[in-house]
């Protein structure tokens, strides 16, 4: 199977206005959309909350690293898999039950606030359930959005998916703001279980053509045949450079730059003297900077030179993260923070639209689990270390070191690769 060649010229409508939206046309993808818009509005505003519980049950920038790194380390191990299974079964069937268990979790979650018998491993505990689900579900949320609009309307609708996670991440923390106030930290947790209910609707009512998708070649108990479409999925990779170079990208800015989601409580309490109310502000304006971003590149729709967005914006990605980590001033750091939203938005997004238009049919559900694994795998180890960096020389310190060696890295790769700039 051969590498999909990405055209050189954009074959799209014109863009516009009338053309920002229109991935939505199709009545499946609306009703996706709208429930993982709200599914996530919930999760954001569990993430505010529980970073602040984890920072008041402990105060240790080392347990908020320790409990971001539960979060995310079944990325590592499930999403792999979880991309064999998104090429093998019913993709819109595995999502749902992963909702249901997820949802399930955040609502036990929510008791243990409420009752006051929360501890900081039981946090840890509910964070790797929640993992898990997310993990084995996010290879087929990828691999959906083909199934729901097809290639041609694909670029806006993966702008489109961008653009409703970075708005549920502007609305989730101001929701989380009013909920500290009104509900304390166990509404945060309820509302979080109360959203996943959308999108478990939304899954129920989209439906497919089935004779239009791929059958499988075997069944998923096969495990010699799991194996070998593991192994079949990497080598495809391998041989391919545009591709495995999108990845390493999406690799790096993750390990070195996402903590910086993790550390923000820090900055908030420590640095800049704010409440949770400030820390949920300070969340909502890195949220409005991606969201911007994803509303531009809906508009744009299938612009070119995609290579340089990617490029361009893991380089400013880097730079927001050195000048928001050593800013003293408030109203700088949040120009930077806006910054930090706007830039990371403009490369992982545009390198998800690549990676779906460069692969084969039959790869799609394994490349993507390998995107994911990609920026989610790397999460774990980068929440970790800067966790234990963070301990020791101060949070600062940490984000400007992890933007440095992104800038470094993107710097290298952009002067030695010259197919991935030329990318359109």
């Known amino acids: 199977m051969s590498e999909i060649p990405v055209q050189t010229e954009s074959v799209s409508t014109p863009v516009g206005p009338r053309r920002m939206f229109r991935a939505l046309s199709h009545q499946n993808y609306r009703r996706f959309w709208v429930g993982a818009f709200l599914s996530n509005v919930g999760t954001w505003m569990q993430a505010v909350a529980q970073g602040w519980l984890v920072l008041t049950l402990t105060d240790s920038a080392l347990w908020l690293g320790l409990d971001a790194f539960m979060a995310t380390v079944p990325g590592f191990f499930l999403t792999l898999a979880g991309g064999v299974f998104a090429d093998l079964v019913d993709r819109r069937r595995l999502l749902l039950y992963s909702q249901v268990v997820a949802g399930l979790a955040a609502f036990g979650l929510a008791i243990l606030v409420a009752t006051k018998l929360v501890n900081v491993w039981m946090i840890l505990g509910f964070s790797f359930i929640t993992g898990c689900c997310m993990a084995l579900a996010g290879p087929s949320y990828q691999a959906m959005t083909f199934d729901l609009v097809g290639r041609e309307d694909l670029a806006n609708a993966v702008a489109l998916n961008s653009s409703q996670f970075q708005l549920s991440r502007v609305i989730g923390p101001v ?187 039959q790869m799609r559900g394994r490349v993507m689990s390998m995107f994911i694994l990609s920026f989610i795998g790397a999460m774990p180890i980068g929440n970790l270390f800067a966790g234990v960096v963070s301990h020791r020389f101060g949070a600062p310190v940490a984000l400007a070191a992890g933007g440095l060696a992104i800038i470094v890295y993107v710097t290298i790769v952009a002067i030695t690769n010259k197919r991935l700039r030329e990318l359109y």
């Open 175 to 361: 929701f989380a703001g009013f909920g500290f106030k009104f509900f304390g930290l166990a509404g945060c947790f309820f509302a979080n279980g109360i959203s996943f209910i959308a999108v478990v609707i939304a899954l129920n009512l989209v439906h497919f053509d089935a004779s239009k998708r791929l059958l499988p070649t075997h069944s998923v108990k096969d495990r010699r045949a799991l194996w070998r479409d593991l192994i079949e999925g990497f080598r495809y990779v391998r041989n391919r450079p545009r591709v495995s170079s999108l990845l390493s990208i999406s690799a790096v800015t993750s390990l070195f730059g996402a903590p910086y989601l993790t550390l923000v409580p820090i900055f908030a309490r420590d640095i800049f003297k704010l409440g949770e109310t400030g820390l949920a502000w300070m969340m909502g304006i890195a949220g409005a900077g991606a969201f911007s971003a994803a509303l531009l590149l809906a508009y744009l729709g299938d612009f070119q030179r995609k290579g340089w967005s990617v490029l361009g914006g893991a380089f400013s990605f880097g730079v927001c993260l050195i000048c928001f980590g050593l800013s003293t001033n408030l109203r700088v750091s949040l120009i930077f923070l806006f910054g930090v939203g706007f830039s990371i938005v403009t490369s992982v997004a545009v390198a998800n639209t690549l990676l779906q238009k460069l692969v084969t049919d």
